[in-house]
């Protein structure tokens, strides 16, 4: 009688966790760039009204992925002595990904 339960239950908990990954959603809409010089910038960000998302520069590149479509500002930050760097309107459209080029980091 307890390996029943205990079967039912199992049974139920993946039922969830299935049924909870099939309706989540995952943008298909990269934002990436470039930084120059390659040192400068620490972590990107894109950030909207009602998202913010980032991720590591690594080797003066960056990719963020899953963002949803949108107008976002990019911020780059900058590691010392360089300061952040900033790209207002950037449009991000589902399923395209989004190249900003490159941005120039100030000291």
Sequence with gaps: ?????????????????????????????PVRGTVDPSNAGIRAWIISRTDTLSAPVIEGNFVIDNVKPGSYTLMVDGRPPYRSSFKQ??????????????????Q
């Design 1 to 29: 009688m307890r390996s029943a339960y205990t079967t039912g239950f199992l049974a139920i908990f993946f039922a969830a966790i299935i049924l909870s990954m099939a309706f989540r959603i995952y943008w298909n809409s």
């Design 89 to 106: 309107s950037v449009v991000v459209v589902d399923g395209q990904p989004t190249d900003v080029g490159v941005i120039q980091m100030n």
